[in-house]
């Protein structure tokens, strides 16, 4: 069973050396390398919790939230492009 804090995603926030979208990226690279897509949820679900309950929390203004969004966005392109072999999942 799970613990709290991996089920919940507590401690994988934007001050994690792994920020958001970078999860996204190392379930992808971790599929293309053999790792069961349902693995790979599995690994990217606490993260994804967490992210979507700081968004639904947050009181940025529409402009920060959008800089967020571009920051993530490149963020998320980088590690796919620039980062071929990258996988912390399989």
Not at 11 to 35: F, I, K
Not at 37 to 64: D, F, K, M, N, S
Request: hydrophobic share 40%.
């Amino acid at each position: 069973m799970q613990g709290e804090s991996a089920r919940t995603g507590e401690g994988h926030g934007a001050g994690n050396a792994h920020p958001w979208p970078l999860p996204v990226s190392d379930a992808w690279h971790a599929v293309r390398n053999g790792t069961p897509a349902h693995e790979a949820a599995c690994a990217l679900w606490p993260y994804y919790v967490h992210r979507v309950r700081t968004w639904l929390t947050a009181t940025a203004l529409p402009g920060e939230r959008a800089a967020e969004l571009a920051a993530a966005h490149a963020r998320l392109f980088t590690a796919l492009t620039e980062h071929p072999a990258r996988s912390r999942l399989s």
